[in-house]
């Protein structure tokens, strides 16, 4: 367990350090050394409350969809529905399929591990990479949601959103 850390404190050295480097009074790379110092430190922070938001994530677009017949309370709403591809009820494995990537619930669950095995300089460049690359795979499924219907999830997953 990481030590008692005070969150609110590195916060404000977050705001600090963005206002010299908007004043002008650091470069972009004293800005980007200090902010990645920073963050690595919450990250260590708040790893109890990134992992009680994985759990709410899957409780709520697993869990709850599952006995819900495919829906949230959005779906629910815009009288949308999960489906598998077959136009069955989506199962708990493919419902988790469908989660991992656009909630960010994979993202989260690798760097939660990374933390924990890697140092700081090591966490922070991978960290960068990982993000890049989901912001990527969202971007595209994006397209394919506008392009095709679905997106990478649903393709993954085995299922679709229809209109009940």
Known sequence: IPPVIDIDK???NV???TEQYYNNEITIDE?????ND???????????????GIVIYILYF???QAYNNGQTIGKKILKLQ??????????????VKRCLIPYGILVNIILLILLLVLNKSTYITTTNIINNIHFMII?????????????IHDYLAGTKVEKI
Do not use: C, E, H, W
């Not at 800005?31 to 902010?35: L, M, S, V």
């Open 139 to 151: 971007f595209v499924s994006i397209i394919f949601m506008f392009v095709k219907g679905r997106g």
């Open 31 to 35: 800005y980007q050394d200090k902010t």
């Open 10 to 12: 590195l916060s404000d």
């Open 62 to 64: 697993v869990v709850f």
């Open 15 to 17: 705001l600090n350090i």
């Open 82 to 95: 999960v489906l598998k591809t077959n136009g069955s009820a989506p199962d708990i494995n493919s419902l």
């Open 38 to 52: 920073l963050n690595y430190d919450l990250s260590k922070a708040t790893y109890l409350s990134t992992i009680a």
